[in-house]
């Protein structure tokens, strides 16, 4: 038995100037309180700088997800800087850091195994446990990663969402050669098609929305379809899920190449898939969730700082925290990529 199990609900806890509250689905609102507590021996208090609004931020918002607890605070794709620090972290105040929003046991089997992401006693940060979306929260140190200097904000605010990518894309090997299609061109989409794109693969986006396929254009040379204009002579060497709907999924399937691979990404809860096809065809399926912490954080840092890597237009628009109705309300269209909330001083009105 996880012996930290205990632990997991004191993982954040937030009593900020300002944060987002949400009562319960549909109902967000900014409150003000006290300031953070001050920091344990391992912990660190955080100001934030920005916080990416996530689509499973939006299955909280909009009561889709069954095990989100309520009241909560939101929020789980997060910058911010070290203000203070327990006499037992090493890492310095002013280090600008990011998040490493799913707790983790390292004792049970999973985790022993190294496979993190899979802990049987994980929790989320603005699902099941408060999240980060305030101006200042506490945490332990155990979930922090330092940014470099040479990291913008705006790119260092995408290493947690990106390092879903980074380790999808370990269940293949992509190089250019490879033929890669990725359904579904929102957030994570996009962050696959930028990756996919800087290791040299032929892409094919594809979605329902025109907008979309025309966004993903900033990323080179992409070839664009809706779900029903694919060719039927279409096939890939490796397919990306990123739609999270069934007919995503099956679709998926139904373009891969012989020999190819199935990487999903997208969350949906069931589709029907032509076993025989896959048996004959030798299609190999993958899901992948979330990501190893601290290696698929770093990786993502290793592309990120590459000025040549286009990651920038996966950043839809950065809203003052003050707006945040409107910054929920747009990222709940599900009409662009990322939304950010600016929680910097000067974002207030």
Known sequence: MCTLKQNFDQQVVVKSMHSLYLAGPGDVSLKEGAAARAPEQNEVK?????????????????????????????????????????????????????????????????????????????KSLGVNTDGGFAEEFTISAKYILPVPDELPDERAVLIEPFAVVVHALKHVNITGETSVAVIGCGTEGQLAIALAAHLGAAITAIDINEAKLSDVQAYGSIQTYTPASVPAEAKFDVVIEAAGVSQAVEQAVDIVKPGGKVVLIGLTAEATLPILKIVRNEIAIHGSIIYNFPADFAQSVDYLIHPDFVIDPVIAEIVPLHEYERAYEKAAAGQCAKIILNFKEDSRP
């Open 46 to 122: 955080i100001k934030l700088i920005y916080g990416g609004i996530c689509g499973s931020d939006i299955g909280v918002y909009k009561g889709k997800i069954s095990h989100a607890a309520y009241p909560i605070t939101p929020g789980h794709e997060l910058l911010g800087m070290v203000v203070e620090k327990g006499k037992d972290v090493a890492i310095p105040v002013g280090t600008r850091v990011v998040i490493q929003p799913n707790s983790y046991c390292d004792e049970c089997e999973q985790c022993q195994k190294g496979n993190t992401n899979l802990c049987l006693y994980k």
